[in-house]
């Protein structure tokens, strides 16, 4: 033992899509009894990197060793059976089966042919046991449990398997504080006991919280590794954006826009006066005037997307009333919405707004195509002078018009989602969670966006996870709670600390 | 060379090339074309005009499968359009008039646009799966077909009629000339319009597409319409080029044919990117296989099975899984070459 081997050690690694190359040279290592993150942007290649260590990719050059062994992985099982484990964000697990069944899926002890299911209870209880997680009845359906508590399913499967490298994909992008306490004691034991694990998150606390080392990529390529108490908060970020603290000082001082005025006698943009849907939300009183962000805020599941499809006609609104210009409107479909120059991102990228297999110029245009018809094409000239536009205007990247969209990162492809909407000139732009697993630096991008958006009249509707963020950019701010609205705060420096007041204690 | 094998249709028109070259081998005259009476003759324009309603329908099934639909009516479409034609014409005081075999035309055309509607409707208003929607008609509209006929195989003799599938204009076969005016309307009307661009929006993501203001109903009432004119004409030149409604045998099973012609071509049936190029080629190898069959003498009892390898390998040969392999293969003996073909892409 006079040198430590690392268990895994990847070295000069590349990964390239057509149009996109993904990771360049890159290399990588984790040592056992580590917790390591890993650190970039979006579009830095984490995912890739994650990828091509669990085998969903084939690297395209470079080495991976794990445990000494030199490894080539084309198939996620390969790099199972070399003892690699992921958890990822959306757990991989099978809902309609019981914690026990989940627990030992594909390894079930046998006995005379058949599984012996005494044996499961007792591997099972154990393994929970050992990561005192005794209060999980290994009999129980998986859906039952919180995501929180899935994800911990999912790290005792690891643990049966006796996996040496344990693969933490944003584990704690949904857990509540105490839930994500749970998950780092139980990421420390594991720790202790010589598992190397992999960590990645947006959060920087809690990485700072758990991590011993941490490597940092940028745009495909490796910045370096870093042991954590080595590396202040500023310097990782810097490192991270590859630029001084411009972007974050601006970050900070984004909200000197002077507010709209939404002084009496104005008309408001849109006006809803107790709109609801059976089963969804209720009683939404909420008036945008223009030039006006209005944030929504509340907790996971609270009805704030809810009401952001009521307003954009994506679900049917079946009380209520909305008024749009002062004038009574029905808002049937998106289509309806879009003719009242309504537009909306939604929270869900990937299902609700990508069109993953057509290019960057036809998802940017398509909304305004979707308007004129398919008889009045866009002439391609024109679809080139806003592509190459907004491609300037949002620093998308790639700037390719013809790199499919699916390519693209999450901050990158959420900028297309936007220029989309601004393409069409809305009057009303409803961004749910436009900044949701984006970079630092896309972030403060889009934050920006906003606001100027708003000092040029546009009526804006900003959702968010993040409060600070909510407060960062609204002039006001409904609170939803339990699938209703429950107040409405103007922003005249409310701290997160009252809005929570409010979120907790219901209606004042 | 390396990136025109990356190209999609690079399988189906090797597979195409190596199959006419396969005949040219066993029979020296095979690629021949000669001019007789003022007709282009050859087996070239045989494969074509033989071909040409399954190229027909094959078009129009290319853009109901991009929206992830398929038409499983079109064989009953191209009975009923048949049989209604020529029972105008068997019925009409004069028989033999151009003003009859127009009519005839007319009424073929318009019962293939009303049955177009109407599997349009099933699928985009009501919200049918497709394959049911259009299963409907496929079982029913051959008993509509034999209520128009009779039950009877109708015949009839009006010159007119017979050119759309028997007749040559410019020393080429008419039904080449109009399938080629089809295709040509199609890739126009797809491409010059957003409309195509619109259809692969809705096949690779419905629900972004609804909240991007796409109106899907539409978009997918027009597939499935211009779907049944395709067959509707396919059927005229059925039955033209016998000079008879068959009412039970008239396009059985061209729809497996054209579904297969739009996979071969490259076209998935989970939707999204379509090429009209492609199905045409994925046509004609579906009909070169046939004249193969014969060129090369091989038993009857065996034609299906040979015409079955050679679909599944072209079907393979496009498989991602496949293609990494080859690439792979390739790539394995002279890695530099392929770090080149990589950084071009990269770019």
Redesign the interface.
């Known amino acids: 033992m006079n040198e430590i081997v690392p268990v895994v050690e990847m070295t000069d690694i590349a990964i390239g899509f057509p149009g996109v190359k993904a990771l360049d040279g890159v290399d990588f290592r984790l040592f056992q009894g580590e917790v390591h993150s890993l650190m970039g942007e979006n579009g830095a290649g984490k995912s890739t990197l994650i990828k091509a260590l669990t085998g969903v990719y084939t690297i395209d050059s470079g080495a991976i060793t794990v445990l000494g062994e030199p490894q080539r992985f084309s198939t996620p099982g390969e790099s199972q059976a070399a003892g690699i484990s992921t958890v990822y964000q959306e757990v991989n697990l099978c809902p309609n089966l019981t914690v026990e069944e989940n627990v030992l899926l594909g390894r079930e002890p046998r006995r005379r042919g058949s599984i012996d299911w005494k044996d499961v209870r007792s591997r099972t209880r154990e393994v929970l046991a050992e990561l005192q997680l005794d209060h999980i009845d290994p009999g129980s359906l998986l859906s039952t449990h919180s995501i929180a508590v899935q994800q911990l399913i999912a790290i005792a499967r690891s643990v049966e398997i006796n996996a040496k490298v344990l693969i933490l994909d944003e584990p704690t992008s949904s857990l509540d504080a105490d839930e994500v306490n749970q998950l780092f004691r139980v990421i420390r034991d594991l720790r202790d006991r010589g598992v190397a694990i992999l960590f990645v998150s947006h959060f920087l606390e809690q990485v700072y919280e758990i991590s011993d080392r941490m490597t940092v990529l940028r745009n495909g390529k490796l910045v370096g590794e870093y042991l954590t108490r080595d590396l202040s908060r500023m310097s990782l970020i810097s490192k991270m954006i590859g630029k001084d603290m411009e972007a974050l000082a601006e970050l900070d001082q984004a909200p000197a826009r002077t507010r709209a005025g939404s002084g009496a006698g104005a008309t408001p943009f849109i006006e809803a006066q107790g709109l609801g849907r059976k089963g969804s939300v209720s009683n939404v009183d909420l008036a945008i005037y223009p030039g006006e962000v209005v944030g929504l805020a509340g907790l996971l599941g609270a009805g704030r997307t809810e009401i952001a499809r009521l307003f954009f006609g994506a679900d049917k609104a079946d009380e209520g009333s909305i008024k749009v210009k002062g004038a009574s409107q029905k808002i049937r479909s998106p289509r309806a919405a879009i003719d009242k120059r309504i537009g909306f991102c939604s929270e869900d990228r990937k299902e609700e707004g990508l069109i993953g297999d057509l290019t960057v110029r036809d998802n940017l245009v398509l909304a305004m195509q979707a308007s004129k018809g398919w008889a009045r094409r866009i002439p391609r000239r024109v679809q080139d002078e806003l592509v190459a536009e907004y491609i300037e205007a949002l620093d998308i990247r790639p700037a390719n018009p013809d790199a499919l969209i699916r390519n693209l990162s999450g901050g990158n492809q959420q900028k297309v989602l936007l220029a989309r909407w601004l393409v069409t000139h809305p009057e009303l732009l409803i961004l749910d969670e436009p900044t949701r697993g984006i970079d630092i630096g896309a972030k403060t991008q889009i934050q920006k966006l906003v606001n100027k958006l708003a000092a040029d009249g546009m009526s804006i509707l900003f959702i968010s996870s993040e409060l600070e963020e909510v407060l960062r950019v609204s002039d006001r701010v409904a609170v939803i709670k339990d699938r209703a609205m429950v107040a409405e705060i103007n922003n005249d420096g409310v701290s997160v600390e009252d809005v929570m007041t409010v979120i907790a204690g219901g209606a004042q | 060379m390396k990136s025109l094998l990356k190209h999609r249709l690079a399988w189906p028109v090797i597979a195409l090339a190596a199959l006419l070259l396969l005949n040219q081998i066993f029979r020296p005259d095979f690629l021949g074309l000669r001019m007789q009476d003022g007709h282009l003759y050859g087996s070239l324009i045989d494969i074509m005009r033989n071909g040409a309603p399954t190229i027909l329908i094959a078009l129009g099934m290319t853009l109901v499968i991009a929206t992830r639909g398929i038409d499983l009516s079109v064989g009953a479409v191209v009975a009923i359009a048949g049989a209604a034609s020529c029972a105008y014409i068997a019925a009409s005081p004069d028989p033999g008039s151009p003003v009859t075999a127009a009519t005839a035309v007319l009424i073929a055309v318009v019962a293939g646009l009303a049955l177009g509607v109407w599997n349009g409707f099933l699928v985009s208003t009501i919200g049918v799966q497709p394959i049911i929607a259009t299963l409907v008609l496929m079982t029913a509209g051959r008993g509509v077909a034999q209520l128009i006929t009779g039950g009877q195989i109708i015949s009839v003799s009006n010159d007119h009629y017979k050119s759309i599938g028997a007749g040559y204009l410019f020393t080429l076969p008419i039904s080449i000339l109009i399938t080629a005016a089809v295709f040509a309307l199609a890739a126009v009307l797809t491409r010059?319009?957003?409309?195509g661009?619109?259809i692969?929006?809705v096949g690779?993501?419905p629900?972004?597409?609804?909240?991007?203001?796409?109106?899907a109903r539409?978009?997918i009432w027009?597939v499935y319409i211009f779907s049944a004119v395709c067959a509707a004409i396919a059927g005229l030149m059925i039955s033209s080029n016998v000079t008879a409604a068959d009412a039970n045998n008239a396009g059985l099973y061209i729809e497996m044919d054209a579904i297969l012609a739009v996979v071969i071509g490259g076209t998935s049936l989970a939707g999204?990117?379509y090429t009209l190029v492609g199905t045409v080629v994925g046509a004609f190898i579906i009909q070169t296989l046939t004249t193969t069959v014969y060129t090369l003498g091989i038993p009857p009892e065996v034609t299906l099975v040979f015409k079955a390898l050679v679909v599944i390998t072209v079907c393979l040969l496009q498989a991602p899984k496949a293609r990494n392999l080859l690439n792979r293969l390739k790539a394995a003996p002279k890695p530099a070459a392929k770090?080149a073909a990589?950084e071009k892409?990269?770019i």
């Open positions: 010059r319009t957003a409309l661009t619109l692969e929006a690779i993501n629900v972004a597409s609804r909240l991007a203001g796409l109106r539409n978009i027009i999204g990117r770090e990589k892409v990269a």
